[in-house]
């Protein structure tokens, strides 16, 4: 579904991406792991067009989007709920999601899609009228998530989505995002919490400063002592 082959980004002078390749198939769950400033987020910006590479190729379903603007991307069916959830504070749940189906006029589907979210995220419809910014951590996380998904995508990017989350709402997180994954939706995740994460995922790519060190199996990067000592907290 989603091909990185060989791609240098840059911010700046600063060469971020290192010719990194990778390639995610559809119905997967894909992680990205490393420590802070590896190029995880970086890798994430460039698939979504935000920082497009220098060099090599980004193929979406086999065709090419590198240098293709970051809103026509989401219309080709990639979505991305970022770092830092980044929702806009002073709109409603409501208006928020709506925010996340801007590339679209399928009224009646798009209110189908909402209904979607308040199945997984019981919470937002409890708060549907509440504006995002006196949210709770965990539920402002629901509501990125959630307007990612407003787009319809096929390939889902989730940046850091257990962040500042306390362990019993990471655990619900995690759960949905296995439920996503479940309903048809591919998703790359860049995570921090590197157990929980090789915990749902089917493949994984560890980046160390801008290149990839090890990639294979999740379960078996899991059991990798260089992973464990390095990313699992393990001696």
Known sequence: MLQLQNVHTYYGNIHALKGISLEINQGE?????GSNGAGKS??????????????????????????????????????QSPEGRRIFANLTVRENLEMGAFTRNDKAEIASDMDRVFELFPRL???VAQRGGTLSGGEQQMLAI??????????????????????????LIFEIIQNINS???????????????LGIANRAYVLQTGAIVKAGDAATLRE??????????ME
């Open 183 to 197: 309903q048809g939706t591919t998703i790359l995740v860049v995570e921090q919490n590197a157990l929980m994460a």
């Open 42 to 79: 970086t890798t994430l910006r460039t698939i979504s067009g935000i920082t497009p590479p220098r060099a090599g190729q980004v193929l979406f379903e086999g065709k090419p989007i590198n240098g293709v603007p970051a809103h026509k991307i989401v219309s080709q069916g990639i979505s």
């Open 224 to 233: 990798d002592e260089d992973v464990q000592k390095a990313y699992l907290g």
């Open 146 to 171: 959630g307007r990612a998904l407003m787009s319809r995508p096929r390939l889902l990017l989730l940046d850091e989505p257990s962040m500042g989350l306390a362990p019993v709402l990471v655990d």
């Open 125 to 127: 419809k409890e708060r």
């Open 29 to 33: 769950i894909v992680t990205l792991i």
